[in-house]
């Protein structure tokens, strides 16, 4: 019964969504307030038919309802509570329910926070996030539709939660991400609105910037989480592979980091409008690329998920419909921009460009690597995956190439900079880097030219970074008052460089200096990797709440000292009888030690692997600085104290808005 | 003239989307094999469940059958094995199974609680047949002929749908055109 009723819901939060993205829309054409208004309650009620389906999908899992069939594939009743609580969205039907679930969340946020906008850009910006939603639900409902019974052969028991999706990692990791895939969609919204309205200006710099900054953090995290996921969970003691699916979430990062700063440059100088609106457009089509690659099975991953040509061809048409009548809009409505230079050749505006080239290369790149061995098939040259070389080699010196701007722009001034003027500014923080980056080469007795450009481009940034903040923060009434003075919006972006610096650092190190050693031990032995020593004690089993575990314990030590003692396992799942990997690992700030469990190559011998990886936490401390900064921007008085001026104009001119609208229809 | 600037990412859009529109249906997982249209390769290994008895090449002479390779350890076997029962069931299929670098102990358990769709297992704990047939997962499936010669090779599960539409026509062709 509960089931149907989840249907219905959906089907209901459906049409809703249709009328959102008509009559708002309809309404500000022909400039009637009173269809304008139907935006607001549209889109709180297909956001509480949506989370409505999303509980009765939770309620089947939580009472193990395996008439369901979805339920009956992700979920055993074996399951403790909070896996089969994740499970939701384990499998592709839930995913998508969790997409719409946010979509619906986003839209119903854009509603509740923008009341102080011009109502018609509003019910534009509504509109067209329910088209968005109207696309997802149909896919939803017609291919994937997580409420489908298997009546009347209800199976006793369901087919368990795939084991590596259980996990906490799993719990928060997709979530996170689809927050910052869908955020994306905010930001779209807004740009297609100022495309049909033609008010592309500061003031929608302004409104797009903090949905954008906010969907940009989400997303980090989301990626951040996955790579830590993959690290523990994976048992290999990597956390980037460059596999299409993390590419896939790596696009709409990069072309979204291009986004944000390229919005700064339009609301505060007002150029670059037409390139801030196409960036707006890609990100969300890569975001919805990204969809179309993972759930498609065009390409093969690591993640193997459930891929079906029905779907794929579904999601294809979603994606070519929004992209094609997107850049069809853009191409009539964009502005033809005359070239007058308002700003010399160092000046930020310029540093701002620089890097949102070196963005757009990189994304371009890890586009054609992902996309490369389809073209191929395409022209039938053969199949073929790019691999990781590709990626390392080419990627890295872009990353290099964006900090050590980075750290220069930074000191640039809006407009015109005097060339010698940053050159004396940079001398100081040059030489510090330098210094730095010698003593941690030393620190880890080794030099390789990779090492230095990442250690070196890291130093650059951070300590660009703070020397900007003290100048910055000098005040005649002390220190801490000039620190007060500073906005939120510049500590977010103070956060945000460190964290690039961090995870710069992070990178280079534990790719440079990490320790991997696979080795055939027996109870009892002991091996060395770098300074530590693993001594293997013995192997003993246990049982968990559904599977059983052999697992070996293992004491580190260092000087003759024990420092950790570490029970890596290895897992068989009594429903699927996977077996997993779980290795153990001693974190710290500094280095993780990370000790798995292999095959068993005889009766008491096994396949162990040992890995020393120094700074490995600092690729996802980095990224929550970034996130944070994120969040912390977007927390600027400014936005409000603007927002409320914006109301008093609006109010003030509502005929001019409505004489605006008319010009449109005209 | 500028406008047309402005056209360009709706163009290159459309382009990607041909190529991606391409790849859909098309499995990315199916690579040639070097082995196809010829012998099986020479071998010498245990039955699984009779270890005191030996096979070899000469297995797959006579009929034409189906070589599942499989293990224990992979989770996608356990999806297909209802599958692989069905054909050996119902459909009368001749399946010849590879048990790939797993566990005597750990596969006969499996057989048991599962069933045993294979009309020989082949214990290949090494992996050695795997290698030389070029398995590089599981599970794979190769149509072999009367000869014993490998004629057609399917990466991933084996269900309804792949048995009717791609692994069938290739017996039926076997059949019917030698």
Known sequence: ?666 | MKRFFLFLPLLIAVVLGVVLFAGIGKDPTKLESALIGKPVPAFSLKDLNTPETQLNETLFKGKVQLLNVWGTWCPACRDEHDDLMWLAEDEGVSIVGLNYKDNRDDALVWLDRLGNPYSTSIYDPRGTLGFDLGVYGAPETFVIDEQGVVRYRHVGVVNEKVWRETLLPVINDIRENG
Do not use: C
């Open chain 1, 1 to 666: 019964m509960y089931p149907e009723l989840g249907q219905l819901a959906l089907i209901l939060s459906l049409l809703l969504a249709v009328l959102l993205s008509v009559v708002p829309l309809v309404g500000s054409i022909a400039g009637r307030d009173n269809l304008q208004g139907f935006g607001r309650p549209l889109a709180t009620g297909m956001f509480v038919f949506v989370a409505l389906a999303f509980a009765v999908l939770t309620h089947a899992f939580l009472t193990d309802d395996f008439s369901v069939a979805y339920v009956a594939n992700n979920s055993n009743s074996l399951l403790p509570w909070y896996y089969k609580f994740s499970a939701v969205w384990g499998g592709h039907e839930g995913s998508l329910l969790l997409w719409i679930l946010m979509l619906a969340g986003w839209t119903l946020a854009v509603a509740v926070f923008s009341r102080r906008l011009p109502s018609v850009v509003v019910a534009q910006v509504l509109s067209v996030l329910g088209m968005v939603t109207v696309g997802f639900m149909l896919f939803t409902l017609i291919t994937s539709n997580p409420f489908d019974r298997l009546l009347p052969n209800v199976p006793a028991d369901g087919a368990d939660l795939n084991p590596l999706l259980q996990d906490f990692g799993l719990i928060v990791h997709p979530p996170m991400l689809y927050m910052g895939y869908v955020g994306f969609a905010v930001a779209f919204a807004f740009a297609i609105a100022a495309l049909i309205n033609g008010r592309l200006d500061a003031a929608w710099a302004r409104w797009t910037r903090p949905w954008t900054t906010v969907a940009w953090s989400f997303l980090s995290l989301g990626i951040a989480l996955g790579s830590w996921w993959a690290y523990y969970e994976l048992g290999w003691g990597g956390w980037w592979f460059w596999d299409p699916v993390e590419n896939a979430s790596l696009l709409p990062w990069l072309s979204g980091t291009a986004l944000m700063h390229s919005l700064a440059v339009t609301e505060k100088r007002g150029v670059f409008k037409s390139w801030t609106v196409l960036l707006a457009i890609v990100t969300f089509a890569l975001s919805l690329l990204g969809t179309f690659l993972v759930r498609s099975g065009v390409l093969t991953s690591v993640h193997a998920f459930a891929s079906d040509p029905e779907r794929g061809v579904f999601l294809l048409a979603l994606l070519a419909v929004t992209v094609i009548a997107s850049l069809t809009l853009y191409a009539f409505r964009a502005p033809v921009v005359h070239v007058r230079a308002r700003y010399g050749s160092l000046s930020r505006e310029i540093f701002l460009l620089l890097n949102n080239v070196m963005l757009v290369s990189a994304t371009l790149l890890v586009a054609i690597g992902t996309l490369y061995p389809l073209v191929l098939d395409y022209l039938e040259m053969g199949k073929l995956s790019i691999g990781e070389p590709f990626f390392n080699i080419t990627f890295s010196p872009l990353a290099v190439a964006t900090g050590l701007l980075m750290g220069a722009g930074i000191f640039s001034r809006w407009k015109k900079t005097d060339g010698g003027w940053l050159a004396r500014k940079l001398l100081w923080p040059l030489a510090i880097s330098l210094v730095a980056t010698a003593a941690v080469l030393i620190g880890y007795g080794g030099f390789t030219p990779w090492a230095f450009a990442g250690i070196f481009t890291a130093m650059w940034v951070a300590v660009a970074t703070f020397w900007d903040l003290w100048e910055k923060s000098a005040s005649r009434k002390g220190r801490l008052h000039g620190l007060k003075r500073q906005s939120r919006s510049y500590y977010g972006m103070v956060l945000g460089h460190l964290g690039l610096a961090i995870v710069m650092a992070g990178a280079t190190v534990v790719s440079n200096y990490g320790i991997e050693r696979d080795v055939r031990m027996v109870p009892g032995d002991v091996a060395t990797v770098g300074d530590y020593q693993f001594v293997f004690r013995d192997i003993g089993e246990r049982r968990g709440a559904n599977f059983t575990a052999q697992y070996g314990n293992f004491d580190v030590l260092q000087d003759g000292e024990i420092i950790a003692s570490l029970r890596p396992e290895k897992r068989q799942y009594s429903v699927g009888m996977s077996v997993m990997t779980e290795a153990d690992i001693d974190a710290g700030l500094f280095r993780d030690i990370f000790v798995a469990v292999g095959e068993r190559i005889s009766d008491d011998a096994w396949a162990i692997r040992l890995q020393y990886k120094p700074l490995v936490r600092w690729l996802w401390l980095g990224s929550i600085f970034m996130a944070v900064g994120g969040f912390l921007a977007i927390a600027d008085r400014r936005y409000r104290v603007r927002e409320r001026s914006t109301q008093k104009a609006t109010t003030g001119t509502s005929v001019g808005t409505a004489a605006n609208s008319a010009g449109v229809v005209s």
